[in-house]
């Protein structure tokens, strides 16, 4: 068992790049359960891009989402020139969360350094900033200095200003808003809001988007004399609107004040699910997931030469589109929407491309990120991890959730200072800076990033009363100073906040995620329920269970058997350290934390040692498949 081609998942080899992925032929005995059908073409048609993270070179370990960022470009063009032939308009959308989760996007000094050429390889017509755009200064200038000098107009952060060096002033990454015509006439006008994120570097500001919807430009886009047949909202917000999460509504109560009657069509992000929400007749917003799991779809259709400047085809594929926002609409606008798995087999079902799918641009994209990828040694294997732990799909007290399987026992094992090794330590976290599951097999340096992508900084207070410190996760997961800080944020639920965003809880509320190794029948996977039901899917899957789990996790180290300790060093991430010094009380101040190993050492450092310590069996045989 080994190689691309005979039908089994190869070894990864130690320091080379390989595709884990076999490369799909459609018809091939073992191509995975597909699409239900093809798509619903309408008269205009977007693809949906969001939270990224990093993952372009797809998904090594899990076939259904293994296409690459050089398949995804062949993709979008190949739709496009599908739109072309058949006389309708189609626009790609991203909104955000480009970086911190895989090795590709992580592993450089500064995030994206190698991975943003390659993501801005694929030709989008609108994008919009997410908050991990903002937390780092660096990466932050990043994106004002090249990207939107890059991609122009096309960059909406209507609320997402950067500092400028040269002009010492706060000044919008990209355009605030843009008003443009299609190929086929429809004259859009396009705004990009980010929520009210407030974990942002000095180098940014982020505008709430009920200051930013007072401000003239807002005003003067929308009282626009110029014709406007839709309207395009994208942001980094979930669709699915809370009194935590209303960004969305914010913006579209002030445009429907004015429009009572023109389509507004929203692209959110964020919460990491796929979701569709309606919002009136002539409104409807998707989500489409995360990590390059998930490609969203929504056509719509409606236009007339009475209501638009659309010049376009009338039935874009001798169907028309029947859908209705809702049951009661007396609205022209009819939509589809589709979640497609991000694999070569739906991308080549949907263009029925077969065997001619791959195009001479599409391969050097996946050429580069294999060099890329080679050049950062993220193939490199520390260790062959004997079970797969994930995050929610097991109780989190189960010994496969990965906290009690994996995180705990490696911050135990690797998070020392040798000079304080003979003082109990508590340790503790957010579950939130962990962010995939961890698969039997290999462990490479690509998966250190993976599952822990951050550079949160252990910092720690000595010798802290162990009936202070024993009291911190109790009050971090309730959350009361979160909630506070944070009541703007999309929360779900009491038990399952993440409050320093809160949103990825809300898939619980939504649908079960699944990890799908091969797929020769229906597999697990994402099993969606939304706005208009059940049918979004692309391909059907089972469901997996998906536990909720708190926000902050904590773990025990060098305590006395049998009894507590009087003291404990408490450790933290500095991501943290506010609400760790509020829930400790008065008493404890910043200037008593500092670096608990040193000022460098991070949450990107402690899984390596921990797999080269603990995981070393059967390193030279490590099979991927469990
Ligand atoms: O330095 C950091 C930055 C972020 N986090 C965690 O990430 C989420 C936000 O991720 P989204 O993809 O925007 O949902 C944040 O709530 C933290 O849990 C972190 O741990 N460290
Ligand atoms: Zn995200
Ligand atoms: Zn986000």
Redesign the pocket.
């Known amino acids: 068992c080994g190689g691309d081609d005979d039908g089994c998942y190869g070894p990864i080899d130690k320091v080379e790049h390989v595709r884990l992925v076999k490369r799909i032929q459609p018809g091939a005995p073992d191509a995975p359960y597909g699409p239900k059908g093809p798509l619903e073409w309408g008269q205009i048609n977007f693809m949906h891009t969001t ?1 990224t ?1 990093g993952w372009l070179a797809g998904h090594l370990k899990e076939e259904n989402y293994g296409a690459d960022w050089g398949d995804f470009a062949t993709f979008t063009r190949r739709m496009r020139q599908k739109a072309d032939n058949l006389g309708v308009d189609f626009l790609l959308v991203d909104t955000g ?1 480009l970086h ?2 895989a090795g590709l996007s992580d592993a450089t000094t500064i995030d994206g350094t190698k991975s943003m050429p390659i993501f801005s390889e694929v030709e989008y017509d609108l994008l919009t900033i ?3 755009e903002l ?1 780092v200064t660096e990466v932050a200038k990043q994106m004002f200095n090249e990207y939107a000098k890059k991609w122009g107009d096309r960059y909406l952060t209507s609320n997402v200003k950067v500092y400028n060096d040269a002009t010492k002033q706060y000044e919008h990454v990209g355009a605030t808003h843009r008003y443009f015509i299609t190929k086929q006439g429809i004259r859009i006008m396009a705004f990009g809001v980010l929520f009210d994120f407030t ?1 942002n570097s000095n180098a940014s500001q982020v505008i709430k988007a009920k200051d930013m919807v007072k401000e003239t430009w807002f005003q003067d886009a929308i009282h626009t004399d110029k014709p406007v047949d839709l309207f395009v909202l994208l942001g ?1 917000n979930p669709v699915r609107q809370t009194d935590y999460a209303n960004t969305f509504t914010t913006v579209w109560n002030e445009i429907r004040a004015v429009h009572k009657n023109t389509p507004i069509t929203i692209f959110g992000g ?3 699910i796929r979701d569709f929400a309606v919002y009136d007749q002539a409104s409807v917003g998707i989500e489409a997931g ?1 990590y390059c799991e998930t490609l969203g779809w929504v056509s719509q259709s409606g236009f007339s030469k009475c209501n638009s400047g659309y010049h376009g085809a009338k039935k874009p594929d001798g169907k028309k589109l029947t859908r209705k926002a809702t049951d009661n609409s007396t609205a022209p606008w009819a939509y589809s929407r589709r979640y497609l798995d991000w694999n070569r087999n739906t991308f080549m079902y949907h263009t029925s491309s077969n065997k001619n799918f791959d195009s001479q641009t599409g391969l050097e994209i996946t050429q580069e990120i294999t060099t890329a990828r080679k050049d950062m040694n993220l193939g490199e294997v520390y260790g062959c991890a004997p079970e797969t732990y994930c995050i929610s799909c097991v109780p989190f007290d189960d010994p496969k959730n990965i906290f009690p399987g994996v995180i705990k026992p490696a911050v135990n094992a690797i998070v020392l200072n040798e000079a304080r090794k003979d003082k109990a330590r508590m340790i503790i976290g ?4 962990i ?1 995939f599951d961890l698969y039997k097999g290999p462990f490479t340096y690509d998966d250190n990033f993976v599952v822990s992508p ?3 900084v252990f910092r720690y207070i000595p010798d802290v009363p162990f009936d202070k410190a024993s009291q911190v996760l109790a009050k971090l997961n309730k959350g009361t100073v979160a909630k506070r800080e944070f009541a703007s944020m999309p929360i779900a639920r009491d038990d399952c906040v ?1 409050p ?5 809880t809300l898939r619980d509320m939504h649908q079960e995620r699944g990890i799908v190794r091969r797929q020769e029948t229906i597999t697990p996977g994402y099993a969606t329920t939304d706005d208009w039901g059940t049918d979004g899917d692309d391909t059907e899957h089972t469901g997996i269970p998906n536990y909720s789990i708190p926000s902050y996790w904590e773990s025990r180290a060098g305590f006395p058997t049998g009894s507590d300790p009087e003291k404990v060093d408490l450790i933290f ?1 500095d ?2 350290e506010k609400y760790v010094l509020q829930d400790l009380g008065s008493g404890f101040t910043s200037d008593m934390v500092s670096c608990y190993i040193n000022c460098t050492f991070t ?1 990107q450092d402690f899984m390596l040692p921990y797999a080269k310590l603990m995981w070393q069996d059967n390193i030279d045989n490590c099979p991927i498949s469990a």
Request: hydrophobic share 25%; no cysteine; aromatic share 12%.
């Open positions: 939270d993270h969360d911190d989760g997410g908050n991990h937390y974990g980094h964020h919460s990491h995360r957010n579950t939130g800076a962010r951050f550079r949160d993440d320093l965003i809160g949103a990825l991430f991501f943290i949450s």
